[in-house]
């Protein structure tokens, strides 16, 4: 029998397979079109009967990745236009016991994954997303989509901003109100992250709006790189206006400008800015703090929404009491410069020029090449933009945390190691080992296809019972970040745990 739950705006029927129900598309707010396009996000209209939820919702306008990236990182899209939706997983079992009434049982821990895709890109519907392993082991497991790019996240005189960051408060809004229906405890829900949607749950430590939606946060690769000051976001809503200078009036970019406009036709004044500050990151033209994150269109501190930056809140005790866990790959920049051949353009004459302008010294230069004496110019780049965009980032949340109050709660610092070249453990490539899900199309672009057994089968075990734990009680299984700063290092074989791993290379970066 198909299963169907009552939620507080109708009923939805899902599907059910192998002792675990999916419920897909589920609205969480009203379609942000029309009026709302650029508004803060609605509660969902309420509906009668029984609404399908067995297949994916629609998903957010977005561009394509640049190439060759629009081949590694697929993503389906489904038309329609209430894409603010989710996705929910749970054991049959937990329905059950969900429907026995509140007492019968408590509800089982939730992790709510914010998918990445530098804030432009990404959705709920992607493969590798699939939470069915999640449920099978005992969590209740929500994806959701959110505004991306212009209609999420640039900063408008006449519409609310960080608009993507209130829909997915909205989403949690609605898990708060809604998962003890699929067998989950609003009390016990961790929000989650890979790259933007890391950057996210980060922020979302940060909101006050947040505070008490959820109760553990996941990390991975992505931490305060993203937090625009007004006066640079406001340069870079500028450069959407050059781009929009036939479409638009002279009262120039305003929401209600752009809603007389075309997702697509907005999308692709979208894609020239993307470019432009891909090919010139001057931040005489975007700003230093959208130049530094790289990104165009990214969480702005407004004073309201975001009222300080991320880090700063969390150096004075914004979200002390939630336990985190945090991380990244050891080669995430390997993902960025192989694929489109960068890597082997960047020679030992050039490796000055080009680690310098991201902040790289002589002395930070020459210390990685004295630990990597086989490596190339374009290797040594690489590990340095690794640690400058991603571990630091990382590394300067935990520490933050430590400093910030006398009992703060505990820190989980991890690293993903394990890869294959050429690419290694660059960007991503962890997100099917924490989802045990190697086999999964989308992720064998990524792992590698096996015939039987994946010979990596022994990582996905271990990261995966880690994050389940780490939802269940609040320990992922090694010890909390201190003084010492350990690190879980999840890699074939086991792994291990390192104090500090080249620590040498952390400390000899310039401060800020």
């Given at each position: 029998m198909e299963p169907v739950v009552a939620t507080r705006y109708g009923s939805v029927r899902g599907q059910l397979k192998d002792g675990i129900a999916s419920f897909l598309g589920i609205p969480y707010a009203a379609s942000p079109t029309g009026e709302r396009r650029f508004a803060a996000p609605a509660p969902p209209e309420s509906w009668t009967g029984v609404r399908d939820a067995t297949a994916y919702g629609p998903t957010p306008p977005k561009?394509?990745?640049?190439?060759?990236?629009?081949?590694?990182?697929?993503?389906?899209?489904?038309?329609?236009?209430?894409?603010?939706?989710?996705?929910?997983?749970?054991?049959?079992?937990?329905?059950?016991?969900?429907?026995?009434?509140?007492?019968?049982?408590?509800g089982l821990p939730v992790i709510v994954w914010i998918h990445g895709g530098a804030f432009a890109n990404g959705n709920s519907a992607v493969p590798m997303y699939d939470g069915t392993t999640f449920a099978r082991d005992g969590v209740v497991f929500v994806v959701i989509n959110y505004r991306l790019g212009v209609e999420g996240f640039a900063f408008l005189p006449d519409a609310p901003p960080n608009r993507g960051l209130l829909d997915q408060v909205a989403a949690l809004e609605w898990v708060r109100d809604n998962i003890s229906a699929f067998g989950g405890d609003p009390a016990n829900v961790t929000i989650a992250g890979e790259s933007a949607g890391a950057m996210s749950v980060i922020t979302l430590m940060a909101m006050p709006r947040a505070a008490g939606l959820f109760a553990k946060v996941i990390a991975e690769s992505g931490a305060v790189q993203a937090a625009a000051d007004p006066a640079d976001a406001a340069l870079v809503t500028a450069e959407l206006g050059a781009a929009l200078k036939d479409d638009l009036s002279e009262a120039g970019v305003s929401a209600a400008a752009l809603a007389e406009l075309s997702p697509e036709e907005v999308i692709a004044a979208q894609v020239v800015v993307r470019?432009?500050?891909?090919?010139?990151?001057?931040?005489?033209?975007?700003?230093?703090?959208?130049?530094?994150?790289?990104?165009?269109?990214?969480?702005?501190?407004?004073?309201?929404?975001?009222?300080?930056?991320?880090?700063?809140?969390?150096?004075?005790?914004?979200?002390?009491?939630?336990?985190?866990?945090?991380?990244?790959?050891?080669?995430?920049?390997?993902?960025?410069?192989?694929?489109?051949?960068?890597?082997d353009t960047i020679t030992d004459d050039l490796l000055g020029l080009v680690a310098g302008a991201f902040g790289a010294t002589d002395e930070v230069i020459a210390a990685y090449a004295v630990n990597r004496p086989d490596a190339k110019a374009g290797d040594l780049f690489a590990a340095m933009l690794t640690d400058r965009?991603?571990?630091?980032?990382?590394?300067?949340?935990?520490?933050?945390?430590s400093g910030g109050t006398e009992t703060p709660a505990a820190t989980y610092f991890y690293e993903f190691a394990w890869g294959v070249p050429p690419i290694g453990a660059g960007h991503a490539v962890e997100i099917p080992f924490v989802f045990?899900?190697?086999?999964?199309?989308?992720?064998?672009?990524?792992?590698?296809?096996?015939d039987g057994p994946h010979p990596a089968q022994d990582v996905a075990d271990d990261m995966h019972a880690a994050w389940v734990s780490f939802a269940r009680t609040s320990d992922p299984?090694?010890?909390?970040?201190?003084?010492?700063?350990?690190?879980?290092?999840?890699?074939?074989?086991?792994?291990?745990?390192?104090?500090?791993?080249?620590?040498?290379?952390?400390?000899?970066?310039?401060a800020g």
């Open positions: 561009p394509d990745y640049p190439a060759p990236f629009d081949t590694v990182l697929p993503e389906p899209r489904v038309p329609g236009d209430d894409w603010l939706n989710l996705n929910v997983w749970t054991p049959q079992a937990a329905l059950d016991q969900a429907a026995d009434g509140p007492a019968s049982a408590p470019d432009a500050l891909a090919a010139e990151p001057n931040p005489a033209r975007f700003g230093q703090s959208v130049v530094v994150s790289s990104m165009a269109f990214i969480p702005v501190v407004d004073g309201d929404v975001l009222p300080q930056h991320p880090l700063a809140a969390i150096a004075s005790g914004a979200g002390a009491d939630v336990p985190l866990l945090i991380g990244t790959n050891a080669e995430e920049f390997r993902f960025f410069l192989v694929p489109p051949g960068t890597i965009f991603f571990r630091l980032p990382a590394i300067a949340v935990a520490d933050a945390r045990d899900n190697l086999s999964s199309p989308d992720a064998v672009a990524i792992v590698g296809a096996h299984g090694w010890p909390a970040f201190d003084a010492s700063r350990p690190v879980r290092v999840f890699d074939s074989g086991g792994g291990s745990v390192e104090l500090d791993p080249r620590g040498d290379e952390r400390a000899i970066w310039p």
